[in-house]
């Protein structure tokens, strides 16, 4: 099963907010990731938090991280048409030396005119 | 930087078949991984290259699969003996090590395999 989880779906208004969330199981995560994929594209980093940080803001995007639930959020300002997508929450462990991530199912994002 | 290059973007065999996959990745990053995605599903880890070293493998990585960064740049994959359960998408990502905050993973645009 996933270590990390999504919702699977969500529809939202152009103009409005969208906010994916995501949980995550193991605590000694270090980073915390959104990626964002297209169809038939690869993944395209949005964003991402240190587990030591409780929010990030970039342009549209919002990150909050609550450490003591192992919830992430993203939220997304001003949701365009261009924003529907497949969003992953991912996460690097201090157990994985390397670097590994470990993926949510993903998040489809629809938004609607 | 011209982002993770990925070649075939479709390669489209009949099972049994043996297939290879490159990865050209950011020039400067050492790092080096494959992931697979299924339908509805996200990436899973397959392998991990840190310049030419193979450090990791995934048990989803049978026999059949190996993968080789011989010079500690580009990469391949090659599955033998292809079957109906490698249909996927296979990604391969790049970074640097050691990794700050601002080189995380980047990925290119994956190669979609389909088994007839």
């Known amino acids: 099963g996933e270590d990390v989880e999504q919702s699977l779906f969500l529809s939202v208004r152009e103009g409005d907010s969208s906010v994916i969330n995501c949980t995550y199981t193991?605590?000694?995560?270090?980073?915390l990731y959104w990626y964002k994929q297209e169809p038939g594209a690869g993944l395209q980093l949005l964003t991402y938090?240190?587990?030591?940080?409780d929010m990030k803001q970039d342009q549209r995007l919002t990150v909050l991280l609550n450490k003591k639930d192992k919830h992430l959020s993203l939220r997304i300002a001003d949701t365009q048409t261009g924003d529907s997508a497949i969003y992953f929450c991912?996460?690097?462990?201090?157990?994985?030396?390397?670097?590994?991530?470990?993926f949510g199912a993903g998040t489809q994002v629809v938004v609607t005119p | 930087d011209t982002g993770v290059s990925q070649n075939p973007r479709h390669k489209i065999t009949k099972r049994g078949q043996n297939v290879t996959f490159r990865c050209d990745p950011i020039?400067?990053?050492?790092?080096l991984y494959w992931y697979r995605q299924t339908l509805g599903q996200g990436p899973e880890f397959l392998t991990y290259?840190?310049?030419?070293?193979?450090?990791?493998k995934s048990r989803l990585l049978s026999d059949r699969f190996s993968a080789e960064r011989p010079k500690g740049s580009f990469s391949t994959l090659e599955i033998q003996r292809t079957e109906q359960g490698d249909s996927a998408m296979y990604l391969c990502?790049?970074?640097?090590?050691?990794?700050?905050?601002?080189?995380?993973?980047?990925f290119g645009d994956g190669t979609r395999l389909s088994i007839l």
């Open positions: 990502a790049s970074s640097s090590h050691p990794s700050p905050p601002n080189q995380p993973q980047h």
């Open positions: 193991d605590s000694s995560s270090t980073y």
């Open positions: 938090i240190f587990s030591n940080m």
């Open positions: 991912a996460e690097s462990r201090t157990t994985d030396s390397w670097g590994k991530l470990q």
């Open positions: 020039s400067e990053h050492n790092r």
């Open positions: 290259f840190q310049n030419e070293a193979q450090l990791e």
